[in-house]
């Protein structure tokens, strides 16, 4: 596997504390996702913006099941208090990103949907994996919400945050060197009942 199983269940309960304490809104950054000798692999499988599912190298292809297989839904599920979670087989706004700008903003309006078009689940998760040509380097993520309240999140090489979505904030990417970083993301959904089961509240807006 690419991910670092061994490092997610050795935090897992003091993740689970950590994200829905957070704020300005429930988040968890993991600094050690992916296993330190998958890492050069994996960035140079997401080197090209935008690519085709049929047409993604196996590196990458392999990182998008195991986002989407029992375990790792288990371990997000387990983190968040969500309602069991369920992945997105069509890969809507999931997949590699490429970043060209030192400011990167992006705002629910950019990626709307509160229900995915196809299988009509409630969005309630998105999870970004960041990648470095070199190790130890960082860069910021400003959460801002619509009082204005900023906290800075120092994301580091092989780092990935998971974010509740939502339309009460907006997420701000600062980088030094952009062109050497690649992401990944993915999002997640529950069904009706399981949501109704659980006490969730409809999200009003979802990236």
């Not at 829905?20 to 890492?39: D, E, G, V, Y």
């Not at 997000?76 to 997105?88: C, M, N």
């Not at 619509?146 to 600062?174: E, I, M, P, W």
Request: aromatic share 12%; charged share 20%.
């Amino acid at each position: 596997m690419l991910a670092d199983t061994d490092f997610m269940f050795r935090q897992a309960k003091l993740g689970a504390e950590v994200f829905m304490q957070a704020q300005p809104f429930p988040h968890l950054f993991l600094p050690s996702f992916i296993k330190a000798p998958c890492c050069n692999a994996l960035y140079e499988g997401l080197k090209a913006e935008e690519l085709a599912a049929d047409s993604m190298p196996s590196v990458v292809r392999m990182l998008l099941w195991e986002l989407s297989s029992s375990t790792l839904i288990r371990h997000f599920t387990a983190l968040t208090g969500k309602a069991p979670l369920l992945p997105d087989p069509f890969l809507l706004h999931s997949g590699p990103t490429s970043f060209t700008s030192k400011d990167v903003v992006h705002t629910a309006e950019r990626e709307f949907f509160a229900r995915h078009p196809q299988t009509q689940l409630q969005n309630v998760l998105r999870m970004e994996l960041f990648v470095f040509s070199e190790t130890n380097a960082t860069f910021n993520i400003d959460l801002i919400n619509k009082q204005g309240r900023v906290a800075v999140t120092h994301v580091g090489t092989n780092g990935s945050v998971l974010f509740v979505n939502s339309d009460d904030y907006h997420l701000h990417y600062r980088f030094e060197q952009p062109a050497l970083w690649r992401s990944l993301m993915a999002y997640y959904y529950i069904n009706d009942h399981a949501r109704i089961l659980h006490g969730e509240e409809q999200p009003r807006a979802t990236y």
